[in-house]
């Protein structure tokens, strides 16, 4: 299928460091609950995962915020847990509850019979949706592809869903490392087949979140989730249309690891609020470009507050390329989609000075 040529690239570029004329921003969770025309979407949808295997809306729910904000990428609207569910766990959401699965690992004899889904049936709804978005974008911005780190994938697995203390997963990973090691290496090449089925439908980047990584001891991280995500950049499509396809890691409350994250030989590295963007680009910014980091929380606070937040972290950035500005994590529902339009517009006005 023909795909358009790309008109703004900013988002590519600063990750390959290449000069920009201002630094571009998207937002995690972009497509969300905070948009009233989201909801609506949702709602004729029905359940979450009836919007994620309705092409047309899943396409629609990701160009929403595009519409509204001068964003400079789009990211595909879909889910980390569509693995797992590929994989035979059943994924629902109750209200107000998050994910949940109907089938969870509770045994080592199950991750024996877990094998990589076929990604031209099981996971087609996902690739079919990159698809269509690449078509309806028209070459605007580019389109991110994602994923589910291993580990964070095997925690909600293993748990059944959202967990405070991961009391199931580390009884796994303590009692029975072989059977944890088997388990995030059959996910490690589920997510290297999905990225890459990703990249071939038109996804021009892609980002692996590591939720939970951030839960681990130094050397646990080391050992049950970065390894895994080390195999994956190393598994992925190199270029796609002519272009280096650049991977983004992002571990949450992984500051304290950025170098061995970037010696993973990714090109970008998610940087949450709880480190300072200028000690992360001092410690691995001739290594990596940094993508982040404001505190998503800040969007509760008036439009000025922002601005001087944007204003600092730009700062703390300094001058040149490499940076894609993001929230540090997931954007709140509760957020005002004004306040989300002050925080662009605060990175349009004020980085430009960066880039001269
Ligand atoms: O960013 C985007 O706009 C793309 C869409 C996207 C969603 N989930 C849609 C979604 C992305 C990139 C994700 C990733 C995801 N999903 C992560 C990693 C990022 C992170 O936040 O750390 C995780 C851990 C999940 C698992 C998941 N899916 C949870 C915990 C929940 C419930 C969260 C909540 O806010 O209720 C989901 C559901 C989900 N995924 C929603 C959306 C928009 C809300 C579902 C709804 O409409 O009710």
């Known amino acids: 299928m023909h795909k358009p040529a790309l008109k703004n690239d900013r988002y590519l570029r600063a990750l390959m460091k290449q000069p920009v004329d201002r630094t571009p921003v998207w937002m995690m969770r972009q497509a969300g609950r905070y948009l009233p025309e989201y909801k609506a979407t949702r709602a004729q949808a029905g359940d979450f995962m009836s919007l994620c295997r309705n092409t047309e809306l899943a396409c629609e729910v990701t160009l929403q915020p595009l519409r509204r904000y001068d964003l400079d990428a789009a990211i595909l609207f879909s889910d980390i847990l569509t693995i797992p569910d590929a994989m035979g766990l059943e994924l629902y959401f109750e209200t107000g509850e998050g994910p949940k699965f109907a089938k969870p690992i509770t045994s080592v004899e199950q991750i024996e019979q877990l094998a990589v889904p076929d990604m031209g049936s099981d996971l087609r709804y996902v690739t079919d949706a990159v698809s269509l978005i690449r078509q309806e974008l028209q070459g605007n911005v580019p389109l991110i592809g994602f994923s589910g780190s291993p580990w964070t ?76 995500m080390e195999k ?107 306040h989300a339009g002050a925080f662009i517009e605060a990175i349009h006005k004020h980085s430009p000075q960066y880039h001269k």
């Not at 994956?232 to 409350?253: D, W």
């Not at 950025?258 to 590295?269: N, P, S, V």
């Not at 998610?270 to 300072?276: E, S």
Request: overall charge negative; cysteine-free; charged content about 20%.
């Open 232 to 338: 994956i950049v190393n598994g992925l499509t190199k270029e796609s249309e002519g272009r280096t396809v650049p991977v983004t890691l992002f571990t949450k409350n992984g500051g304290q690891w950025l170098e061995a994250m970037a010696a993973t030989g990714t090109t970008g590295l998610g940087v949450d609020w709880t480190t300072d963007l200028g000690d992360a680009r001092a410690r691995v910014g001739d290594q990596v470009a940094l993508q982040g980091n404001m505190d998503p929380s800040v969007l509760y606070a008036s439009p000025a507050r922002i601005e001087d937040e944007v204003k600092t972290i730009l700062a703390s950035f300094g001058e040149g390329t490499g940076h894609v500005f993001n929230l540090g994590h997931g954007i709140h529902p509760e957020v005002d989609p004004e």
């Open 153 to 228: 994938l095997a925690t909600y697995m293993v748990e059944g869903g959202s967990t405070k203390n991961f009391s199931k997963v580390k009884q796994l990973m303590f009692a029975e490392p072989e059977a944890m090691h088997k388990l995030l290496d059959v996910l490690a090449d589920s997510v290297i087949d999905y990225l890459n089925a990703q990249i071939e439908a038109g996804a021009q980047s892609v980002m692996v979140f590591d939720t939970w990584g951030g839960v681990l001891s130094p050397r646990d991280y080391k050992l049950f989730s970065l390894t895994y």
